[in-house]
């Protein structure tokens, strides 16, 4: 793992910068044939979306193969890909994977680029095991739920360099058009130092699917999987990360030195809906003595704020997500152009990338932004500071092994996090 100054020295990709990597050609060959053949892993609703977004990002993108846990999952998402794509849908029986498994055998049949859009918890065996076998990927984010897992993903990330394969996150923020001006006006200097950043994701809570009678103790966790730990890493980590990651990405993916947070659950009933939290304040402190600020929740009758503020010494930045993206100051600028869609802007520069033989890859900060928000999480689970050298070199993590998963196995009682008796490990 590098250490802080590695990461800072490093700095990260960002996002859409495909026109300065080096043209190259990974393992894979689809940057020398016409059809690209596409398979995906986590056939949700993210995954159904992201699998439409990538046939319509090129007219040569076939899906050869779809891998889910629930048949019934797999089946929609295959009936909905016939009805709109007709004959671009190679999918059958033998290319149809259910399981646990379900990835290692999809990964390893005749696709050229993987969609990883299962539940975080299983993201880095994932792709891990993707990058290994050559495959170009679309990974959505986070990209692990624990320190372990984020070790594990620094590795795939590297091994994709050196194969020069194509990789591109769902941080979605990141391929929207207004975001990348505002961006490169702030790292021009357009709003001078930056003294303080704080960041909004408040809205309601998320769905919830009661349990059926033949659901196992895994099945109904596993559809409900955004309201455990073990599979979600917290709202923080699979939600309002996003947040973290335009943070970061004003400060052009600099880590800090130290985090200090709050949280709890105050809305959701303690006896169901899992074990996660249901709200979170973060603060981000830096070596020059410059703050963050994170604040996230999902409580169903409160006032919904999805914004980033920061603020300079000759202007600020005023974002409020699918509304309203302005610079005030000295050198101001406002966005009159129609939005793109940023989850198909993703597709779309993956796929070109692919076909020019151009290898992108957007690991950099798909780890230090996922960092940043298990690093949150550990801090308000425990209500300690911590630093930098101390969270990165923890080994606990939130759930069993990717291998280790079946629908028999004992779920252990999943407890809520109490400030002040968790221990950090």
């Known amino acids: 793992m590098l250490n802080r100054r590695d990461f800072i020295i490093n700095g990260s990709l960002l996002a859409g910068t495909a026109a300065l990597a080096s043209p190259v050609f990974?393992?894979?060959?689809?940057?020398m044939t016409k059809t690209i053949r596409v398979g995906l892993i986590g056939c949700g609703g993210r995954g159904t979306g992201a699998i439409f977004q990538a046939l319509d990002a090129d007219p040569d993108v076939q899906v050869t193969a779809l891998a889910d846990v629930f048949e019934d999952n797999l089946a929609n998402t295959l009936a909905s890909l016939k009805e709109k794509y007709g004959a671009r849908i190679k999918v059958d029986e033998k290319t149809s994977f259910l399981g646990f498994d379900a990835y290692e055998r999809l990964i390893k049949s005749n696709v050229d680029v993987v969609l990883l859009c299962t539940p975080p918890n299983f993201r880095p065996a994932h792709l891990t095991l993707a990058i290994q076998e050559g495959k170009h990927v679309f990974c959505?984010?986070?990209?692990?739920?624990?320190?372990?897992?984020l070790h594990q993903v620094e590795a795939a990330v590297k091994l994709a360099k050196e194969k020069k394969l194509c990789l591109v996150s769902g941080f979605c923020f990141r391929y929207s058009f207004p975001n990348r001006e505002i961006i490169s006006r702030?790292?021009?200097?357009?709003?001078?130092?930056?003294?303080?950043?704080?960041?909004?994701?408040?809205?309601?809570?998320?769905?919830?699917?009661?349990?059926?009678?033949?659901?196992s103790d895994m099945a109904y966790q596993l559809r409900n999987w955004y309201y455990y730990q073990r599979y979600s890493g917290d709202m923080i980590v699979e939600?309002?990360?996003?947040?973290?990651?335009?943070?970061?990405?004003?400060?052009?993916?600099?880590?800090p030195k130290k985090v200090?947070?709050?949280?709890?659950?105050?809305?959701?009933p303690w006896n169901k809906f899992g074990n996660v939290y249901d709200h979170f304040t973060v603060?981000?402190?830096?070596?020059?003595?410059?703050?963050?600020?994170?604040?996230?929740?999902?409580?169903?009758?409160?006032?919904?704020?999805?914004?980033?503020e920061a603020m300079g010494t000759k202007g600020y930045v005023d974002v409020a997500l699918n509304s309203n993206y302005e610079i005030i100051g000295e050198q101001p600028w406002k966005n009159k152009?129609?939005?793109?869609?940023?989850?198909?802007?993703?597709?779309d520069e993956l796929f070109k990338a692919i076909r020019n033989g151009v290898a992108?890859?957007?690991?950099?900060?798909?780890?230090?932004?996922?960092?940043?928000?298990?690093?949150?999480?550990?801090?308000?689970?425990?209500?300690?500071?911590?630093?930098?050298?101390?969270?990165?070199?923890?080994?606990?993590?939130?759930?069993?092994?990717?291998?280790?998963?079946?629908?028999?196995?004992?779920?252990?009682?999943?407890?809520?996090?109490?400030?002040?008796?968790?221990?950090?490990?």
């Not at 704080?198 to 009678?213: I, V």
């Not at 939600?239 to 990651?245: A, E, G, P």
């Not at 200090?260 to 959701?268: D, E, F, I, L, M």
């Open 337 to 347: 152009a129609r939005l793109n869609n940023m989850y198909q802007t993703q597709h």
């Open 283 to 308: 603060e981000y402190e830096y070596n020059n003595g410059f703050r963050g600020f994170h604040f996230g929740r999902q409580q169903n009758g409160t006032t919904p704020r999805n914004t980033v």
């Open 140 to 149: 959505e984010k986070p990209v692990a739920i624990d320190i372990p897992g």
């Open 186 to 215: 702030v790292h021009a200097g357009a709003i001078g130092d930056i003294k303080s950043i704080s960041t909004f994701r408040h809205g309601g809570e998320l769905s919830y699917k009661e349990r059926q009678p033949s659901w």
């Open 360 to 425: 992108v890859n957007d690991g950099d900060f798909m780890v230090k932004s996922t960092l940043l928000a298990i690093w949150g999480r550990l801090s308000a689970y425990s209500g300690k500071s911590i630093g930098y050298e101390e969270v990165i070199n923890l080994q606990g993590r939130l759930g069993p092994a990717v291998e280790d998963y079946h629908w028999d196995m004992n779920i252990d009682e999943l407890t809520i996090a109490r400030p002040g008796s968790y221990k950090l490990t």
């Open 239 to 255: 939600q309002t990360i996003h947040s973290l990651d335009y943070m970061s990405w004003i400060l052009n993916d600099e880590l």
């Open 26 to 31: 990974g393992e894979s060959s689809v940057g």
């Open 260 to 268: 200090t947070a709050t949280g709890g659950r105050q809305s959701r």
